[in-house]
């Protein structure tokens, strides 16, 4: 938080700068994304799979997978993510998207296994 | 009327969730209106305590702690009170209609009744509910939970009243200008009666065939 | 000092630049008030308007308290309780709620952002005119007494045209469609500007945390929106022209009404919520006299609330018959919706243990807040468990539990935010000697009302009956629920002679009263129009601005733009994450054409709400050409190059520029566009695998040949788009291209009305064939909205809007008919798969 005497120059070189970092606001939404596509996905098997009459265990495998490769995207996210954003030095623009990020990603992560993982131990269709 | 007097099976086991949760929505009440009362009259008293450690405990750790045993409990509850499993139960079709309701009782000689519907005391019972027009929903407060009424599908609830007696059910999803007087009447009669009780021509409801 | 300013070379006098601008900026006397565009005039407007609706909204809940205090009460019949309850229900939600927050947006963000304005003012007026008028129709229709009857969410089959064969219905479908699409357009607009239009140097991690609830917000807003829209469009035109959507005897299902509806309603709630819950974050560090504690940790938390409240829709629905699983997720995801609210219910407690909290009016109202929230909170929690639903559902516990939510929870956040905020409406301070007994009774009367209605739901009372039998145990506590009722209604009868007082009387103050240390202090109040005198840079967060000390050097002009130029209303376009600036943004001055326009879009629904379809048809044509002719007049004759904007900085106008603010308002309206199509495609595949009556009994059959035909000449329309682009900036004449795009959406909406002709079954007989018309409908809609583009493309080059530099239109061109292509493939692709889809029906168990 330094308070600068001198106002910062603003020239076409320095406003490039500034674009370069940390200009992917979307990224915040990412996390829950895949969490609303792990919602809509074992919504959307649990439909078709009460309908056509899959069997118990070929719903619930399909659930369980769908739910893993969700998992596994949000770890890989975090991995991708962790390289992109090295520790310092970071500005503080960019350590903030960082953690807000991170901080995602993790909460959605805990979301699918609250949200989805009950699915695997009830009665299937009824 | 009331969903805390239960007189069946489903009727108790959500009044005991209920009152589970009571307990615990008055204590967390108390906690949040007490740490609201200490950090505005006592300030150093919170200050203590660390930002993050404000937010990592009450904001993550206390409904953590609180709503997953929650949520287990509430789910195992739920699958108890689903139709279709256990013996085959005897079926009873409700079908409701602007605005008023009938029921069928079928393999038994009893036909149809409108507005009184019969039940057998002590034995699960899959009530089909069916909708001829708008949606309804079919509800007996001291039994059990309700279910729409939707038409084109069809529902099933499981109930078992406890003991005989005469209890109220009423269309508890908003239906146009008669919701308001869409009740009916639940007869319970003791399980080795049920089927004579029903088979006299002036059983209460009766429609002549 | 921690906001920098240098010696402005442009700086004069205050009050001379005070004159200056404010020639430029002021709205006209008398009558050319209706040409208002500023954002503190709407605003007001938007806030006045809606506590106007708060009022009529409230009466109507009186009168079902005055209805229902005595057993078979006979003061109304159940007819008109129907409207009564229905109207209740959709003007505190329609005409209080959500226009309410837009004009605190309106009012604040962009004071609180340090900008000069909203990025279309014209667009705001026009949100405001459709908001007034679309209200008027609707209370206009309870006057009459054939207002809504079928409960504030329209379930269908009881909303068809079969079982509510009168206007009734389609008022609301109209009316709130009308309503919906103002607060829409203003959605975008909320998003683009606190993106691209902030003070300089205001990076992401520095906006004050009202700017992010207000993003994440509208972001919402735009995604919720279009399904209730959607929606919306199917019940009318199945009430209108017999398009079974919802039609259980011809292939349509009730339920998919609920699910659209609820996809809404349910994000809804929180839509309402968060603007309060940012009011909070602003409000209660001013009063604990630190700075706000968890600001990170406070945006994961809404971010998340905001995606896991489209989740969790399904818990309008436990009793419908979903299968017990599937109930599970949404049981589980409105339980951890909890934790963000927690979040950041902990960190507001964690800011006031953290400073030394003062007692004052506000915070009277803040504690109001708390415990109001946290009861329900906790009841919310408890009907997200499924069993407990399925006996508390749709009894008066879930009217306690959602007046306590969005009852509670917004009235008292308002009514804090307003005796905050007021001196800086005013220039005046508060009376308070009628405001603490006000919240006191406004206090008591609300729990009274509310609280014991839990207990009337556990004891069987169902909501939305209008009278009930003597032998009941319900009739005490009804009768102090009324009771509580009038003591809450003397309580805010009592707010408004406190504000009224404050207005006429208050003490005169000319700055900041609170000792806040957010930008919209930084003004001498009550604001100018054009708000900021000269732009500060921040340097800091903007919730820790020394506003005492920035405010005189603003108003001197020594930061950006403390100067006039052209006659022009200008501000600054910054880069979205860093708060860089980027362009000069020149804003329109004031115009009736929003009233206009408006007035346009009323009469096309007032002639469908008559059944005069052509006429309808005309003024839709009548509005689209307004548009059209709105967007001529935001364009400049000529290249400007780069232009001082102060502080030694050179910036293009926006009209120079390859991403203004139009752009990115484009591209967000195409994530609400694309949401409405999701909902449709979502619509259709519902139907299919859980409607009643499928397989129709024709077997769907569409000709390939002219379904591939109309997809190859929109990816031509696209690509000629592309093409004018190119060759305007190649400073080549586009005239060729335009003529070919043109030509070749001509041919895909001549390829496409074919195909709807040709539709099996027939769309009036079965569900598959309307919304296989619906889906094709919907690209011929979109190819007719990309011939617009292509005449504005025309007008522009006639007019000379167009240079090498200023290619923007052609630019927006581009993104529809890209758009276009893509959903055109996707729709057309879907209406060939039917015959497939249904065949796979054999296979149902």
Known sequence: MKAKSQPETLTNSTMKVHKGQACHLWLLAVGFSVWACALAAAYVLHSVGCTFGWSTDTLRWSLALAILIHLALIGALWRTFARRFPTPPLSQTDSFMRWVIMGTLIAAFITIVFTLGPALFLTTCT | MSTLDPAGSAARSIANLWWLMLTGAVSLFALVMILFAMVMIR??????????????????????????????????????????????????????????????????????????????????????????????????????????????????????????????????????????????????????????????????????? | ??????????????????????????????????????????????????FVFFAIGGVLGMLTR??????????????????????????????FAIPMLEGIAVYLTPKMLGTRDFAFPRLTAYGYWCYLFGGTILTTALVAGVAPDSGWFMYTPLSSNVYTPGINADVWLLGVTFVEISALTLAVEIIVSILTMRAPGMSLDRMPIFGWYMLVTALMMVVAFPPLILGSILLETERAFGLPFFDPSRGGDPLLWQHLFWLFGHPDVYIIFLPMAGLLSTMIPVFAGTPLIGYRAIIVAIIGLAFISFGIWVHHMFTVGIPHLALAFFSAGSAIVAVPTSVQLFAWLATLAHGRPIWNVPMLYIFGFFSTFAIGGLTGVMLAMVPFDWQAHDTYFVVAHFHYVIGGSVAFPILAALYYWLPLLTGRTAVYRLAIPAFWLIFVGFNMTFFLMHLAGLLGMPRRIYTYPAVENWTWLNLLSSLGGFIMTIGFALVVIDLIAQVRYGRRVRRDPWKAATLEWAMPIPPSPYAFASLPHIEVRAD??????????????????????????????????????????????????????????????????????????????????????????????????????????????????????AWWALAFTLVADGTLFTSLIFGLL???????NWPPVGRPDTSLAIALASVVVLV??????????????????????????????????????????????????????????????????????????????????????????????????????????????????????????????????
């Open chain 2, 43 to 209: 300030p150093h008293w919170g200050a203590k305590v660390a930002p993050a450690r404000w937010i990592v405990f009450g904001g993550l750790c206390l409904p953590a702690i609180v709503l997953t045993p929650l949520v287990a409990y509430a789910l195992v509850t739920g699958e108890r009170l689903l139709p279709g499993t256990g013996a085959d139960p005897m079926r009873i079709e409700a079908q409701a209609a602007q605005w008023k309701w009938k029921f069928r009782y079928p393999g038994i000689d009893g036909g149809e009744t409108e507005g009184v519907l019969h039940l057998p005391a002590g034995k699960p019972v899959d009530i089909v509910v069916t909708s001829v027009d708008v949606i309804h929903a079919f509800w007996i407060p001291r039994l059990g939970g309700k279910i729409d009424a939707v038409p084109g599908h069809r529902n099933v609830l499981r109930l078992q009243a406890d003991v005989p007696g005469h209890y109220q059910g009423l269309c508890n999803e908003f239906c146009g200008i008669g919701h308001s007087r869409m009740r009916f009447d639940v007869i319970v009669h003791p399980a080795a009666e049920f089927s004579a009780a029903l088979a006299k021509p002036d059983a209460a409801g009766k429609v002549p065939q």
């Open chain 3, 1 to 50: 000092m921690n906001t920098t300013i240098d010696d402005g070379t442009h700086g004069g006098s205050a009050l001379k630049l005070h004159r200056q601008l404010a020639e430029i900026w002021a709205t006209g006397p008398g009558l050319q008030r209706l040409a208002a565009i500023n954002h503190s005039v709407i605003g007001v407007r938007f806030m006045v308007t809606a």
């Open chain 3, 66 to 95: 005055v209805q229902l205090a005595t057993p078979n009460a006979t003061f109304m019949d159940a007819e008109t309780y129907n409207q009564v309850f229905t109207m209740h229900g959709s003007i505190m939600l329609f005409l």
């Open chain 3, 544 to 661: 820790r601005i020394a506003v005492g000390d920035l405010a005189p050097s603003l108003a001197r002009g020594e930061g950006y733009l403390g100067f006039v130029r052209n006659g022009w209303q200008e501000t600054l376009g910054v880069h979205m994450t860093s708060g860089m600036p980027e362009q000069l943004i020149v804003l329109p001055r004031s115009t009736y054409l929003p009233l206009w326009t408006a007035l346009a879009t009323a009469t096309a629904v007032l002639c469908m709400l008559f059944k005069l379809y052509l006429l309808s048809l005309g003024m839709v044509l009548v509005t689209a050409a307004l548009f059209v002719l709105a967007g001529q007049s935001a364009g400049q004759t000529r290249d400007y190059g780069l232009l001082p904007v102060g502080r030694g900085l050179s910036l293009p106008p926006h009209t120079e520029t390859t991403n203004p603010p």
């Open chain 3, 686 to 692: 519902y139907l299919w695998i859980s409607a009643p």
């Open chain 3, 716 to 845: 031509v329309a696209a690509i000629s788009a592309r093409g004018a682009l190119r060759a305007v900036v190649g400073s080549r004449a586009p005239g060729a291209w335009i003529a070919l795009s043109a030509a070749a959406l001509v041919a895909a909406i001549a390829g496409l009305v074919v195909l709807i002709g040709n539709v099996i079954p027939r769309p009036t007989e079965h569900a598959l064939g309307a919304t296989a018309a619906a889906v094709l409908g919907f690209v011929v809609l979109h190819a007719a909205i990309g011939l617009l583009f292509l005449l504005s493309n025309i007008l522009r080059l006639t007019f000379g809007l167009v240079s090498a530099r200023r290619h923007i239109d052609f630019r927006l061109t581009r993104l529809w008919s890209d758009y276009t292509a893509i959903t055109g493939a996707l729709a057309i692709g879907l209406v060939l798969a039917l015959p497939a889809l249904v065949d796979l029906l054999g296979m149902r168990s």
